[in-house]
């Protein structure tokens, strides 16, 4: 395809369980970041990737999410344990630079709903 | 750090009517500044952008310049169209190296025949 796409689009997990977003962003763009967007609000940093490596997650609210892009293209956002505070739409985006000048394409988001 | 801050509240208009919505933000350095826009049922989409003082962008009949005396992007369109109808947020690009954004919060306009 050609745009971001994530799935699942929607997700439903109980309290404590532990979830795995995927993000297959355009291929061949080396950046790739993680939103999480909560229930009218805007989107918020997550995380930040340069082909395969992690640059930046000083978004990530605690140790319970992780983030990987082992071979610089597909990404996973985790959540063990979820909490309800976890609900959200969780937004992948990428460009083909390193740098600002090539504009940022968002996929449509998992939605995740913690029970 | 750095941050938007959107008008409160969401906004209603006819058919035709002007649009505006306020944009202000609080960064160092000299940051891009952008205007997202989410269909219903889409993805964020970038509308328009302006990288530097007293740049303008533009895209689809909608405007915003960049004036840093105020610190502001405000999103104007003349005539807006049912079509119109989504939200849209305010966003900057600041000194970080790469494209991550800070957002607003974001208006829903609904524009009503």
């Known amino acids: 395809g050609a745009g971001v796409s994530q799935s699942p689009r929607y997700k439903v997990a109980k309290r404590g369980q532990d979830v795995a977003l995927r993000c297959d962003p355009i291929?061949?763009?080396?950046?790739l970041f993680w939103y999480q967007q909560a229930l009218g609000q805007g989107p918020e940093f997550l995380t930040y990737f340069q082909n395969e490596a992690q640059l930046d997650k000083s978004g990530l609210p605690s140790d319970r999410f992780f983030a990987e892009r082992p071979e610089g293209s597909v990404s996973t956002l985790k959540i063990q344990r979820t909490q309800q505070e976890d609900s959200a739409v969780y937004l992948c985006?990428?460009?083909?630079?390193?740098?600002?000048?090539?504009?940022?394409?968002f996929g449509n988001g998992t939605r995740l709903t913690v029970t | 750090g750095d941050s938007v801050t959107q008008m409160e509240g969401p906004v209603t208009l006819s058919e035709e009517a002007f649009l505006t919505i306020n944009c202000t933000y609080t960064a160092t350095g000299y940051p891009s500044l952008f205007w997202y826009v989410q269909y219903p049922g889409e993805g964020l989409q970038l509308l328009l952008k302006?990288?530097?003082?007293?740049d303008k962008g533009s895209n689809k009949g909608f405007e915003a310049t960049y004036r840093k005396e105020t610190t502001s992007f405000h999103l104007e369109k003349g005539s807006v169209q049912v079509s119109d109808s989504a939200v849209y947020f305010c966003?900057?690009?600041?000194?970080?190296?790469?494209?991550?954004?800070?957002f607003g919060k974001g208006n829903q306009v609904v524009v009503i025949p």
């Open positions: 302006a990288t530097k003082a007293d």
């Open positions: 966003a900057l690009s600041g000194n970080y190296g790469n494209n991550r954004l800070a």
């Open positions: 291929s061949g763009h080396v950046s």
């Open positions: 985006a990428s460009s083909s630079d390193r740098g600002n000048n090539s504009p940022l394409h």
